[in-house]
């Protein structure tokens, strides 16, 4: 069966430090992978997804990035926190673009 | 661009009662709906996939149906019980490669 695992489940970071959080994916090939956000009283905002190795498609402007180095892999990263990075990130994947979607636990991120 | 409501956005209800939570969309060109459950601080557990040629799906004490022409989709919940009690979200498909569009959900509560 297929699994997915995203860490850490909780950090708080200070304003400027560097981030990054990991997503996996076992028991599937080739998935489609995202990076969602959930802040408080806005609901969830896609951030990235991937179709591919190396294939990254931005929704937002933002100062994150997205990367996928190998084929159930996808990490989530900023060179420099800001307050309003804070929010709850929520890792997920689909194999094809048009089945049910999975989500990982979660990742709680508070930028102090 | 597509728009998801959801209501009520928090609805209280003593054990044993069937429930009916609501969600609409502005483009009714999608390809699927799903419904979630998110529990405090976790992540987010697919309950029912309704394609776009689909009326309804069932699972259990759930049922989903789907007007599609209309934009509306309603989860119905048999039998109440406080283990009922999360967060339920409402998300559309357009069948590209860029995920769901998330309602903000309903927050639900049986009262014991």
């Known amino acids: 069966s297929q699994t997915i695992h995203q860490w850490p489940a909780t950090l708080v970071q200070p304003v400027g430090s560097p981030l990054s959080l990991e997503c996996t994916v076992e028991?599937?090939?080739?998935?489609?992978l995202y990076w969602y956000r959930q802040a408080a009283g806005r609901g969830l905002q896609l951030l990235f997804y991937?179709?591919?190795?190396?294939?990254i498609s931005s929704e937002v402007p933002q100062n994150l990035s997205a990367s996928r180095p190998q084929d159930r892999q996808f990490i989530l990263s900023s060179k420099k926190l800001l307050l309003s990075d804070s929010g709850f990130y929520l890792c997920?994947?689909?194999?094809?673009?048009?089945?049910?979607?999975?989500f990982g636990e979660g990742s709680w991120l508070t930028v102090v | 661009k597509q728009e998801v409501t959801q209501i009520p956005a928090a609805l209280s209800v003593p054990e044993g009662e069937n429930l009916v939570l609501n969600c609409s969309f502005t483009?009714?060109?999608?390809?699927?709906l799903q419904w979630f459950r998110q529990d405090p601080g976790k992540g987010l557990t697919s309950l029912l996939l309704?394609?776009?040629?689909?009326r309804e799906q069932t699972s259990g004490r759930l049922n989903a149906s789907l007007d599609k022409s209309s934009g509306r989709s309603t989860l119905y919940i048999a039998a109440s019980q406080p283990g009922d009690s999360a967060t339920y979200l409402c998300?559309?498909?357009?069948?590209?490669?860029?995920?769901?569009?998330f309602g903000k959900g309903t927050h639900l509560i049986i009262q014991p």
């Open positions: 997920a994947w689909a194999q094809g673009a048009r089945n049910t979607i999975y």
């Open positions: 028991g599937t090939s080739n998935p489609n």
């Open positions: 991937s179709v591919g190795i190396g294939q």
């Open positions: 483009d009714s060109a999608i390809y699927n």
């Open positions: 309704i394609q776009s040629s689909q």
């Open positions: 998300a559309v498909s357009g069948g590209g490669a860029d995920g769901l569009t």
